[in-house]
Nanobody, 127 residues
Framework: QVQLVESGGGLVQAGGSLRLSCAAS????????MGWFRQAPGKEREFVAA????????YYADSVKGRFTISRDNAKNTVYLQMNSLKPEDTAVYYC????????????????????WGQGTQVTVSS
């Protein structure tokens, strides 16, 4: 069994920064793509950022390009989301997700692409 645990959420003023972490434990994969998603109350879960196993490929939602950075440290089984210039509209529960990928080169942007999910961490941005 693989568990994903997010941390680093909290309340921050608009324009501030937060760094989210997602640590994998238990039976980890040989290689897997990772993604970050977020969900605000009453809204569908939406894609934020994704990264391939190698780290060589990343992709971002238009709403966060230039502000958020996804990265990973495979030796620590951890993926990060650095969030800068936060806006009130970034307020949501943020989830990390993992999908096994033997090629190590692909990333995924759909909720349905991922098999493993964390419990989520709340990010609240005040104006």
């Amino acid at each position: 069994q693989v568990q994903l645990v997010e941390s680093g959420g909290g309340l921050v003023q608009a324009g501030g920064s937060l760094r989210l972490s997602c640590a994998a434990s238990g039976r980890t994969f040989s290689s897997y793509a990772m993604g970050w998603f977020r969900q605000a109350p009453g809204k569908e879960r939406e894609f934020v950022a994704a990264i391939s196993w190698s780290g060589g490929s990343t992709y971002y939602a238009d709403s966060v390009k230039g502000r958020f950075t996804i990265s990973r440290d495979n030796a620590k089984n951890t993926v990060y989301l650095q969030m800068n210039s936060l806006k009130p509209e970034d307020t949501a529960v943020y989830y990390c997700a993992a999908e096994e990928d033997y090629s190590g080169s692909y990333y995924y942007v759909r909720v349905g692409d991922y098999d493993y999910w964390g419990q989520g961490t709340q990010v609240t941005v005040s104006s």
